[in-house]
């Protein structure tokens, strides 16, 4: 099937909604595009990867930020593994740049920053776990994330804003696999800052080759 409407080519492996505050987890094959909706706008989407072979190679922040000289993942980024290999690359995005630095937020952290009556609310890691854990995935696995539609401006002096999105209802971000993935995805569930508009809403996943 050629996916035409959403402009993606190729046949189309899957499409699915992810609902509000929910994990995903997927498998990308090298060479696959995976297409990321964020459907009603400003939606941070918490991801992960881990090389299918061996998940001891897995996403790298520091290795991606340090290799392009730019801490904002935009088109063209190659998102590189704890092992310097190109995971794979941002071939579209109709927002303009996209955080790998503001980290996930969890039920700890929401306490620190919004007091203890957060505590019980659902946090990213939790969702990262819930998704991890299909593959043996544990804590020590989790590594710092990439935050697709997440506006985390740095300043002159180097603070950290997590400030309202730059996102809009429809817009997309397309990785292509360079190697075979298993994504893992926090819908982020946050409602205490302005990353998902204190209103967190489905995304889209498509998966075409
Ligand atoms: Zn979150």
């Given amino acids: 099937m050629i996916q035409d409407a959403l402009g993606l080519r190729g046949r189309l492996i899957l499409d699915e909604t992810v609902p509000a505050r929910a994990p995903w987890r997927g498998v990308v094959r090298k060479g696959q595009t995976l297409r990321i909706v964020d459907l009603e706008g400003n939606q941070a989407v918490d991801f992960l990867m881990y090389a299918a072979d061996d998940d001891a190679e897995r996403y790298s922040a520091q290795d991606t930020i340090a290799a392009q000289g730019n801490i904002f993942l935009r088109e063209g980024s190659i998102l590189l593994s704890n092992e310097g290999r190109a995971m794979a690359t ?105 990353c998902n508009g204190f209103n967190p809403t489905p995304v889209r996943m498509v998966i075409a080759e």
């Avoid at 994330?145 to 603070?159: K, L, Q, R, S, T």
Wanted: charged fraction near 15%; hydrophobic fraction near 35%.
């Fill in 90 to 194: 941002i071939t579209d995005t109709s927002v303009a740049y996209h955080d790998t630095i503001g980290g996930a937020c969890s039920c700890e952290s929401n306490t620190l920053r919004y007091g203890h009556h957060t505590k019980s609310q659902h946090a990213c890691v939790e969702n990262f776990l819930q998704a991890n854990a299909v593959d043996g995935r544990g804590k020590r696995d989790m590594v710092s994330n990439i935050n697709w539609f997440m506006n985390v401006p740095v300043e002159a002096d180097g603070a950290l804003g997590i400030v309202d999105g730059i996102s809009a209802p429809g817009l997309h971000v397309d990785i292509r696999a360079e190697m075979d993935l298993v994504a893992v995805v926090s819908n982020c569930p946050q409602i205490n800052n302005p």
